[in-house]
């Protein structure tokens, strides 16, 4: 019997999610082999491929206000948005004022647990991705189509992406492949070794067979370079062993093969032209009419809006949502008060809307404290454009001053094949771009690196992470606003280095454990 492809690919979720558990039950409505959907559509698999990174850049496949998970609001159930929760939200750069429903734990870093909606979104919206992935994968095998080993390679990457996640934020969780696809048994529980290993043996297979170069919005071989330069950066938290040196095997291959340069005009990069940037490796795709979500960077745009305090058409945008503000962890990088920032050489200290706000966040629920970020647009990079309702600007998901100063960081803990003469050049290349005044040798320390990543990658999902690496997330020895929930910063313990195993994943797979502290 000939393996059957639905059309939109029916998602078995393997008892890994109760909020999901009804697709179970649903019958499909159109069914075909991929052999006679290819007669009908010879493009019919870069569709369907399509449809897998929209998993990581949608809510949903029918518009804003569809979602592929369980989700009382559409937009909160996208990949970006979470990503922006939980690993801008909960650190020093960013906070949120609404407080629905759980923001207010991530925000203040205080008083996590299982119920919180967002760990949840997170948790459903990776084990979403990863039965995709699995069920296409296994169709896959059934007939040749053209460009078989590439697509092959994007798929396995998109899953490695997703248990990444997995890995980052909660730990653990379960391993869903083709091989077991179909048990009716709940999977065991994986441990974050388990995960790694998975992650870095799928990563590691593909790397040599995927193409060098992709259309814009694709992976190639350099995505997952930069992928796995990523899971070996963080090896250490992540395993307890650290893999410096095999970060910078593939951190050098991404910046000296992968022809990427650093666009010159900084903004660009968060603008609605950056579809041509010089220098973003991987995007997480928008537009404003035919991929439209509350969930990309429409939450990152309109979020930073408010039409009480701002004029929100100048950013090409047609709604505020008054609710996203920096905190001085972040724009306190470039000098202590608003007209430091105004008189900053820096160009990335004069992406703040100061006016009509105060540089103390004494009350996170109050708009005006805090600076909002206008770093991300809607408008194109010479400020043309009209103002519309759902942003059109694709989100940098990896770019090439990023992987600058993940070399700057492994010369500094002494990984091989890296040298401090280059990381300082580096470092400055980056700095110069933005009209910052260049460092000396002398500065070049951990302490600066995590500065600079602040300063140059904050809003764009990393900030979480890069601090639990460096020993600045939990425990007191940096502070930031509304850390542990009080305006000045307070201590937290270090089981907040992982979020809480959602209590609808533990209900339904008795065989996931939580989190312990949680």
């Not at 008892?15 to 959907?37: A, F, K, Q, R, W």
């Not at 948005?81 to 960013?94: E, K």
Request: include cysteine; glycine fraction near 8%.
């Amino acid at each position: 019997m000939k393996k059957r492809i639905l059309i939109l690919i029916s998602v078995v979720f393997l008892g890994i999610t109760s909020s999901c558990t009804d697709d179970l039950n649903t019958e499909p409505i159109v069914e075909l082999t991929l052999e006679e959907l290819l007669a009908e559509d010879p493009n019919a698999v870069e569709g369907l491929v399509s449809r897998l990174y929209a998993s990581y850049a949608l809510s949903g496949p029918s518009g804003p206000g569809s979602s592929d998970i369980v989700s009382p609001d559409a937009g909160e159930g996208a990949f970006l948005r979470a990503i922006i929760n939980l690993q801008d939200f909960t650190a020093d750069g960013m906070k949120n004022r609404w407080g629905d429903d759980g923001l207010d734990q991530l925000t203040t870093t205080s008083m996590w647990d299982r119920n919180n909606k967002f760990f949840r979104l997170f948790y459903d919206r990776a084990y979403y991705t990863i039965p995709q992935c699995n069920n296409f994968l296994n169709v896959l095998q059934i007939d040749d189509f053209p460009d078989e080993e590439n697509i092959v390679a994007e798929t396995r990457f998109l899953r490695a992406l997703a248990y990444y996640n997995i890995i980052d934020v909660f730990g653990k969780g379960v391993l869903a492949t083709e091989g077991n696809l179909g048990q009716s048994e709940p999977l065991p529980e994986a441990t974050r070794q388990e995960l790694f290993d998975y992650v870095e043996s799928e990563l590691l297979a593909i790397e040599p067979v995927i193409r060098e170069t992709s259309s814009y919005g694709r992976a190639n071989r350099y995505v997952v370079d930069m992928l796995l330069a990523k899971l070996y950066m963080n090896a250490e938290i992540y395993t307890g062993s650290a893999r410096w040196d095999d970060a910078a095997t593939y951190v050098n291959k991404v910046i000296n093969e992968g022809g990427y340069s650093l666009e010159p005009n900084f903004v660009k990069n968060f603008s609605a032209d950056n579809n041509t940037s010089s220098e973003i490796i991987f995007p997480l795709l928008a537009e404003s009419v035919t991929s439209q979500s509350y969930g990309n960077t429409t939450y990152i745009v309109n979020g930073s809006l408010s039409v009480n305090t701002m004029p929100i058409a100048q950013f090409g945008a047609t709604g505020g949502w008054t609710g996203h503000r920096a905190s001085k962890g972040w724009y306190g990088l470039f000098g202590d008060s608003a007209a430091a920032l105004e008189n900053s050489t820096d160009v990335r200290a004069s992406l703040f809307w100061t006016q009509g706000h105060n540089f103390e966040m004494n009350d996170y629920r109050e708009w005006t404290d805090g600076f909002p970020s206008i770093k991300f647009r809607n408008t194109f990079s010479d400020g043309s454009g009209n103002a519309v309702e759902f942003s059109a600007t694709d989100f940098p998901f990896y770019r090439l001053a990023d992987a600058y100063l993940m070399y700057a960081e492994l010369a500094i803990r002494g990984a091989a094949n890296t040298s401090m003469a280059d990381a300082l050049s580096l470092v400055n290349q980056v700095r110069t771009r933005s009209s910052a005044a260049a460092i000396s040798m002398t500065d070049l320390t951990l302490d600066f690196i995590i500065d600079e990543r602040g300063r140059e990658l904050n809003l764009e999902g990393h900030r979480r992470t890069d601090l639990i690496r460096h020993g600045k997330f939990t425990g007191g020895s940096y502070i930031w606003p509304w850390k542990g929930g009080t305006a000045a910063g307070a201590s937290i313990p270090d089981h907040y280095r992982v979020f809480p195993i959602p209590a609808t994943a533990i209900q339904a797979n008795p065989n996931l454990t939580q989190n312990t502290g949680f």
